[in-house]
């Protein structure tokens, strides 16, 4: 059966000015929420991390005598990922080391950017939010959503 339109039966698209301001405070709330988790974490080890803009937390453990990173080349990394909680996810130990292409999105935004704090032969601890990481939805395996994540590094070499 054909309906014919009746006026005044169309849907009003809701303008987006309306529910923009909320999200944009609760996203900023997440995040402090979070860098508040990230900041307890550092605390109850003891660590003393640097932060870089964005959240990321990091401090070389050991410090190697090669060059330092640089965008457009390919590293090889060393690495074990664990989350906050401790269980540990991927290392690679048991999926092999992690090679990549720097600055071309190979990997997750928050290691590439700390990877560029590093010279190769660094080990670092590197802590990621999960906005510059697997985000809401996590990597759909092992990394659940909204997870903060820990990274022990090796940079190995660039080439």
Same mark, same amino acid.
């Given at each position: ?19 923009? *301001?909320?999200?944009?405070?609760? $996203?900023? #709330? ?5 860098? !508040?988790?990230?900041? *307890? ?22 410090? !190697? ?12 990394? *060393? ?5 906050? $909680? ?34 190769? !032969? ?31 590094? #090796? ?5």
């Amino acid at each position: 059966m054909l309906q014919c339109h009746q006026p005044g039966s169309e849907k009003r698209l809701q303008d987006p000015s309306v529910y923009k *301001d909320p999200l944009i405070k609760a $996203n900023q #709330e997440a995040v402090r929420v979070e860098a !508040g988790q990230i900041d *307890d974490f550092i605390r109850r080890y003891g660590w003393n991390m640097e932060s870089t803009e964005t959240g990321i937390r990091y401090m070389i453990t050991k410090s !190697g005598s090669g060059a330092m990173t640089e965008s457009g080349r390919r590293v090889e990394l *060393d690495y074990s990922l664990t989350l906050l $909680n401790g269980d540990t996810v991927y290392t690679s130990a048991m999926d092999g080391p992690l090679v990549f292409q720097v600055g071309k999105g190979q990997v997750i935004t928050g290691l590439e950017e700390a990877i560029l704090l590093l010279r190769v !032969g660094d080990k670092a601890k590197i802590i990621v939010p999960s906005h510059l990481a697997f985000g809401l939805i996590g990597d759909q395996d092992k990394i659940h959503h909204k997870a903060s994540l820990v990274y022990d590094v #090796e940079l190995v070499r660039m080439y």
